[in-house]
C-alpha cells in the first residue's frame, strides 16, 4: 500500500503511474493496450521506436506544473527540449484531455488509448518526437540545445506568462544552451513573464554519462548562481518521488511573482535571481533494474526502447509483461479504459489544461502589424535612375523606427541583432526602443534600457530562439545580421523551415508571423573584413529547403528594400532572406517603380537595354546591389563602345521567381519567363552569392545550359572592392567580356574589345595594388543620364 498523503492536495501518484503507463504502452503496444489479457508477441509492436529514458522525468514535471495551474491558477506554457520524450507528452495530452478534444478518436477510452498507440510512430501518425501535430507544443526538441532560448522568446512581453522549460542534460551540453543561460539579463520583470527552467540530470546521453550529471551539488550551485539564477535542487530518485519537486515549483512560483511584483511597483532588484530547478532522477525510472544480465534502469540502455527485441525473445517480452503490470494498470482504468476518478484529480480542467495553452498556437494571438506607409521613407529619383545615392539599410532604419514607434503600447515588435544594428545602419530603431539589458552596466554604454525591444548578444543562436519562441506566440520580429555569420544558425533554420513547413498540414494551426532575415555587410563588401567575412551560402541552405515556406529577395535599391519589408513584415509562415547593402550607393527606381518591379519578382530595365522592342542578342541579368551596379557598368560600356549590339538588361528582386511555377510558388510563368529571357538567347547573370543557387532554381526552365551564371566562387582575401570583384570574375570587365563572347560573330569588333576590356582589368588590378585603392573610373562610375 502507498502511504497516505497527509495534505489537501490531490495525489499524484496515481496520476503520474498512469502518464508512465501510457507512455510504455506508446512505444511498445500495438494491441491489448491495457494489460486485460496475457501479454503475446502479436501485441507488441514489430518495430520499436522512441525513447523512454526520459519519459518518466517529463511527466514529473508536468505534473508539478498541473499542481501550480491548480493551486494558483498560473498561465503555464511548456517548452519540451528533450522533444524524443514525446510518448510522456502524448500520455500526459491523453490524460487531461486534449487530444480528445482537438480528435475524438483519442477519446480517454481503451479504443482511444489504442489508436493513440496505432498512430505513435506509424506512417501519417504522430512522429517519435514532438511536432506541429502535437497540441500545447511550439518546440520539437529533435534536435538539442535551443529550448531555454525559445522559451524567454515565448516570455518577452507577456507579463502574466510562466514558461517552464525542460532542459535535458545531454542538451545543456551544447553550446545555444550555454548561452541561453544568460537570457534573464535581458528579461524585463515590468513588462516580461518569466521562465522557470527544470535541468533534468537523468545521468546519460544515447551511450555515456552527461557532463553535468558527473557534477556534484555543490558545482552545480556555484555555476548557476554565476549565470545569475537561484537553483534548487531536487533529488527524486528515492522511493517516493514528486512530492519535493512540488514545493519546488510553488516555491519557485511564488518567488517569481514576488521579484516582478517588487519591479511593478518600482522596486526593481539589480541583479534579479530567478528561481531554477536542477531534477536529479533515474534514466528510465520505473523501468525494469536488470534484463538479461545487463543494468537497464538509471544506466543508458534505458534511453531509447530498453526491451528492443520484446516480440522475439520470450525472456524480453516477460519483463516487458512485468514492467507494464507494475503500474497496475487495472487500478487506474475503468473497464472501458477510462482514466478512474483518482488518476484525474490533479489535472486542470478546460483551458486551464496545459495542453491547451493558447500561446502555445501563437497564430490565433496574432494581430496584423501597423505597418507606417512608405512615402515619407521612399528616395526621391525624379531625376532618373542613378542620380540619388543613399544607404538602404539607413532608409529601411528609419521606417522600422517608425514601426517600433507604433507598436510600442502593444509591445508585438522586437529586432534581434548580435550586436551589429549600428554596424548595418539601423541605429536609427534606436530612437524609438533601446537595447533591452536589465542588469546595471558600471562602464560606459549607449541606448541600454530594460524595457528595450532591440535585443543584441553576440550568439546568433539565442537570436534564433528569442525570435522563434515571440514569433510563435503570435508576434513579430525582423533579425539582422552580417551575411557571412548567418549561416551559424544554419541547423536551426532548417529545423524551424520543416516546423513551419509541417504546421501548414495540421487543420488547427494558425499560420504565425514569417521569420525575415535582413543579411547586411554582405560579403561583397567585406574586402576589409578578408575572406572568414565573405560567405553567402545563407541563401543555398535556404534554397534547400521546402518551396512553400521559404524565400531569397535581392532588393537592388533602398525603395525596392522598403517595398520587400514591408510586404514580409505581414506575411505568415515563411522564413525569408533579404539581402540588402548599408553603404551609400547609386538608387535605381522610385517607388512606384519599385513596387511594380517587387510584384512581378524579375523585370527588364527599359532604360538601361539597347534593343529597343527588337529580338536582344544577349540578355545582361543581375540579382543583389553590387551585382546590380556592375551589371549596369558592363551594359554602359557595351552601350558606349558597341552601342548597336541589341541587349536587354533584366533584374531580379525575388531569387524564387526564377524557378518552374511548379516548384515553387514565386516561379514566374513560362509566357512571362520567356519575355524576359527569350527562348535561345544567352543569358549572362551576375548573382550575388554562390552560381549553384541560380543553377539550381533554373531546373526545369527550357534550356538551362544558356545560363551562363557569375557570382561568389571561393576567391577572398583582405582587398579592395574592386580586386574582389575580379578575384570571381564578376566585374563589369568580366561581365562585359562574357556578353561579347556571344556577340561575337555578329559584330566584328566584339573580339577585339573583349582583349581590351580583359586588359583595361589587369590594369586597374595592377593600379590598385600600387596605390591600395580602387582607381576612381571605379568608384567615381555613375550612370549616364
Known amino acids: 500500500m502507498e502511504p497516505t498523503r497527509q495534505t489537501g492536495r490531490p495525489d499524484q501518484r496515481s496520476y503520474r503511474r498512469a502518464a508512465d503507463y501510457v507512455a510504455a504502452a506508446l512505444v511498445f503496444l500495438r494491441e491489448n493496450v491495457l494489460l486485460t489479457e496475457p501479454l503475446r508477441p502479436e501485441h507488441v509492436k514489430p518495430r520499436l521506436l522512441g525513447h523512454w529514458g526520459t519519459c518518466p522525468g517529463i511527466t514529473m514535471v508536468y505534473a508539478a506544473l498541473n499542481t501550480l495551474v491548480r493551486e494558483r491558477d498560473a498561465d503555464v506554457l511548456l517548452v519540451t527540449g528533450p522533444g524524443h520524450g514525446a510518448p510522456a507528452l502524448h500520455a500526459n495530452l491523453w490524460l487531461e484531455g486534449t487530444h480528445e478534444a482537438y480528435d475524438p478518436a483519442l477519446a480517454r477510452t481503451a479504443a482511444g488509448l489504442r489508436e493513440l498507440a496505432r498512430r505513435y510512430c506509424a506512417p501519417d501518425g504522430f512522429p517519435s518526437h514532438l511536432s506541429p501535430s502535437v497540441p500545447g507544443t511550439l518546440h520539437e526538441g529533435g534536435e538539442l540545445g535551443y529550448a531555454l532560448a525559445t522559451a524567454f522568446g515565448a516570455a518577452l512581453d507577456a507579463p502574466d506568462r510562466i514558461v517552464a522549460c525542460v532542459v535535458g542534460d545531454g542538451e545543456a551540453e551544447t553550446g545555444p544552451t550555454a548561452g541561453a543561460w544568460h ?107 536488470e534484463v538479461e544480465g545487463k543494468a537497464v534502469e538509471g544506466t543508458f540502455h534505458a534511453h531509447q526502447v530498453p526491451l528492443p527485441d520484446a516480440a522475439d525473445d520470450p525472456e524480453q517480452l516477460r519483463a516487458l509483461e512485468g514492467w507494464l503490470r507494475s503500474y497496475r494498470p487495472q487500478d487506474l482504468f475503468d473497464a472501458g479504459g477510462r482514466p478512474v476518478p483518482d488518476v484525474l484529480a490533479c489535472v486542470p480542467k478546460g483551458t486551464a489544461r496545459i495542453g491547451a495553452q493558447r500561446a502555445a498556437n501563437g497564430g490565433h494571438l496574432r494581430r496584423p502589424l501597423p505597418l507606417p506607409p512608405l512615402e515619407p521613407y521612399a528616395v526621391d529619383v525624379a531625376q532618373g535612375p542613378g542620380t540619388a545615392t543613399a544607404s538602404p539599410t539607413r532608409v529601411l532604419g528609419d521606417w522600422l523606427a517608425e514601426l517600433m514607434r507604433a507598436t510600442a503600447a502593444e509591445r508585438d515588435f522586437r529586432v534581434v541583432c548580435p550586436d551589429e544594428l549600428a554596424s548595418n545602419k539601423l541605429d536609427a530603431v534606436l530612437s524609438a526602443s533601446g537595447r533591452a539589458y536589465t542588469w546595471p552596466v558600471e562602464e560606459y554604454s549607449e541606448d541600454l534600457t530594460r524595457s528595450g525591444r532591440v535585443m543584441e548578444m553576440l550568439s546568433e543562436h539565442n537570436c534564433q530562439g528569442w525570435l522563434q519562441g515571440y514569433l510563435l506566440t503570435g508576434r513579430h520580429g525582423l533579425f539582422p545580421t552580417y551575411e557571412a555569420f548567418a549561416s551559424l544558425v544554419d541547423s536551426m533554420v532548417n529545423q524551424y523551415a520543416k516546423w513551419l513547413k509541417t504546421a501548414r498540414e495540421v487543420p488547427w494551426r494558425a499560420p504565425v508571423s514569417s521569420l525575415t532575415y535582413l543579411l547586411s555587410s554582405e560579403g561583397w563588401r567585406q574586402e576589409h573584413n578578408g575572406y572568414s567575412h565573405q560567405g553567402p551560402g545563407f541563401i543555398n541552405n535556404l534554397l534547400d529547403r521546402k518551396s512553400t515556406v521559404t524565400g531569397v529577395y535581392l532588393p537592388p535599391d533602398a525603395n525596392t528594400l522598403l517595398v520587400t519589408m514591408r510586404e514580409l513584415l505581414d506575411e505568415t509562415g515563411k522564413v525569408n532572406v533579404v539581402v540588402a547593402g548599408k553603404h551609400d550607393a547609386a538608387q535605381w527606381l522610385d517607388l512606384d517603380a519599385a513596387r511594380a518591379h517587387c510584384r512581378a519578382g524579375a523585370s527588364q530595365w527599359t532604360w538601361a537595354s539597347t534593343h529597343a522592342g527588337r529580338h536582344p542578342e544577349v540578355v545582361l541579368a543581375c540579382a543583389g546591389g553590387i551585382p546590380t551596379v556592375e551589371s549596369l557598368a558592363a551594359a554602359d560600356l557595351l552601350r558606349r563602345d558597341l552601342p548597336r549590339a541589341r541587349i536587354r538588361f533584366v533584374n531580379v528582386v525575388d531569387l524564387c521567381a526564377l524557378a518552374p511555377p511548379d516548384r515553387h510558388p514565386h516561379g514566374m510563368p513560362d509566357d512571362r519567363f520567356r519575355d524576359l529571357f527569350g527562348d535561345d538567347t544567352h543569358v549572362v547573370f551576375d548573382f550575388h552569392g554562390y552560381p549553384s543557387a541560380v543553377h539550381q532554381l533554373l531546373h526545369g526552365r527550357p534550356r538551362p545550359d544558356r545560363f551562363h551564371v557569375r557570382g561568389y566562387v571561393e576567391e577572398g582575401t583582405t582587398t579592395t572592392p574592386y580586386d574582389l570583384l575580379a578575384l570571381n570574375g564578376t566585374s563589369r570587365h568580366d561581365l562585359a567580356v562574357a556578353a561579347l563572347r556571344h556577340l561575337q560573330g555578329r559584330h566584328p569588333g566584339a573580339a577585339a574589345l573583349a582583349e581590351e576590356y580583359t586588359d583595361r582589368r589587369d590594369r586597374l588590378r595592377a593600379e590598385l595594388r600600387r596605390t591600395g585603392t580602387d582607381p576612381a573610373e571605379i568608384t567615381r562610375w555613375s550612370w549616364p543620364a
Open 183 to 289: 537570457s534573464p539579463k535581458f528579461l524585463d520583470p515590468v513588462t516580461g513573464g518569466a521562465v522557470l527552467p527544470v535541468l533534468h540530470l537523468n545521468g546519460y546521453k544515447i551511450s555515456s554519462p552527461t557532463v553535468f550529471a558527473t557534477m556534484s551539488d555543490e558545482e552545480l550551485t556555484a555555476l548557476f548562481r554565476g549565470y545569475g539564477w537561484a537553483p534548487r535542487i531536487v533529488d527524486v530518485r528515492g522511493d517516493v518521488p514528486g512530492e519535493p519537486l512540488d514545493e519546488a515549483v510553488l516555491d519557485a512560483h511564488a518567488t517569481i511573482r514576488d521579484l516582478q511584483c517588487r519591479a511593478r511597483s518600482g522596486d526593481v532588484p539589480a541583479r534579479p535571481a530567478w528561481p531554477m530547478i536542477v531534477l536529479r532522477s533515474l534514466k528510465g525510472q520505473g523501468a525494469p533494474a
